[in-house]
Structures are given as C-alpha cells and as structure tokens.
C-alpha cells in the first residue's frame, strides 16, 4: 500500500514515490510508443502515485504527458521545470516565462502544481534571484495563480542550500548527492531545506542506473570513487536483497525527504519500485554497512 507524506510548507499529501518523467519515451535502446508510455502513467497513478515531475528538456515527456493526462479524475499533482532548453537558456524572468507558456501548451492544461527552476546550480546567483532574473517569473506565475510552488532543482548542496536559506522557494529537489553512495545533501542541503519549511525531493536514487540491477554494466562510465563504492555496495550487500531496493529504502528511511522520483520507461519497472518501498526501512545492520561504504574516502567527499 502506497504511503503518503507532507510535501513541506505546501502541505499537500504526497505518495512517498513519484513518477520521474525523464523516461516516459522509453530508454535509449528502445523507444517507446505513445501509448506505451501512456500505459506507464497510468499504471502509476493506479499504484497510488500521485506526484508526476517533468521538464521542457526531457524529450518528449511533457507531451506524452499532455496526452496521459487528459480526462484523469483522481488528485495528482504535477511539476515541471524551466531552464536547460533551449541550449542558450539564460535564467532570465522573459526566458522562465517563455518556457512556461510553451509547457503548458505542450501539457495542454493552463495551470501547473509546481514550477522548478532546472539545474539552478548552472546559473548565478544574480541570475536566479536578481532583478530581472528566474525568481522574478516565478513569483509573477504564482500571483497570476499559474502555479501554486516554486521550487529550484539540481547538483551542488552547497549553491541549492544558499538558495534555499532565502526563504523564497517552496521545495528543493536533488539528485546523485543522496543516496548509497554519499551522504553530501542529506548534511549539507536537507537541514537548510527543512529549516525553510521547503519540502525536499530526491531525484536518480540509483545514481543513474549504477545501483540499479544493470549497475555493473555501466559502471565504468563513472567516476572511479564512485564505481568503487559501488562495487563494495554489491558485494557487501550480496545477500541483503536487490541492491536497487535497498537503495530505495535506503533513503525512505528518511523522514525528512517528502518523495523520492522513480524514473521509469515501464510499467514493470514502476511496480517494481513501489514494491521496493512497501518492503519498509532498512535494519540497522545494512545502514551501518551502508555507512561504512558511503564514508570511504572521506564521508563529505562530492563524487561528481
């Protein structure tokens, strides 16, 4: 049975795994049909899920979403994000707005749950929070009633934190600093985060695929700190289950993150992950094991 958690000072009732929409087209070496991906959207929605994050710079994402969507009746709620498309995208006030009008034509709604500010550790401070800058659109879209939230995403705990520290952003969500491998968000951003009352999400809880059940196949196309944690994670935890369930467990363990994203090309693999999460925390056995990988080398290390 799905669970639901407070998404921040929002206060909306989210299910603890949501739908990352980065791979509704399917994965690289097998697209997708139309109704294939709608099938994955859904299946999850029928598992209980219901928060769905997309972007402008995820393919087709939000106009398979634009079609999936269309005449659902349960409460969902659904975020995108601006920035990184196009290629030149400034962060500018005029730039967020011009993605939103073109996402939610796109979406084919006039209105979003929450809009993102994509990547914000590839801006500067000047351009997200200064005159004329992303902020500007976002408070502008949320007095206007397009959106509800505001929130900003991406790498760099320390950038995301100081963000976050202004009180101006309604959530936070961040990727490949959290999870079996390290520690970095969950000391560095987190704490900042809840002090703001910004609900926090956790995007790629298998760091791209590496601990997923193909994890050794590509782990040679990751930085050697890392793939080595993750070898020790495998062998370690050989006999503890899944690594990939572990890894979701791991970091629902939390009670300070609100949703972790589960980006599936499938509908197996959406069911597979919510299985992952009703199997409930980790015994504190396996997280002192994780502990122990996670610190190797230096337990604040950023493995980017």
Known sequence: MMRYRTFGRLGWRVSEIGLGAAWLFGHLDRSNTLDQSIAVVRQALSLGINYIDTARYYRRSEEILGHALQGVSQPYYLATKAGCEPADFDYSCDAVLRSFETSLRVLRRERVDLLQIHEANTATWKQIIGPGGALEALHRL?????????????????????????????????????????????EVLIPTALRCGAAVVLGSPLRGGLLGPKGLDVIEHHPEAVAQKARRLFEALSHSGPLHHLGIRYLLSDPDVSVILSGSA????????VKAAEAGPLSQDIVATIRQVQEAGGARERDV
């Open 142 to 186: 949320k007095k206007e009633g397009l959106v509800t939230g505001i929130g900003i995403t991406g790498r760099n705990p320390s950038f995301l934190a100081r963000l976050a520290d202004t009180g101006e952003f309604d959530s936070v969500l961040t990727y490949s600093d959290y999870d079996l491998t390290t520690r970095l968000a969950r």
């Open 266 to 273: 499938s509908g197996g693999e959406i069911c597979d992950v």
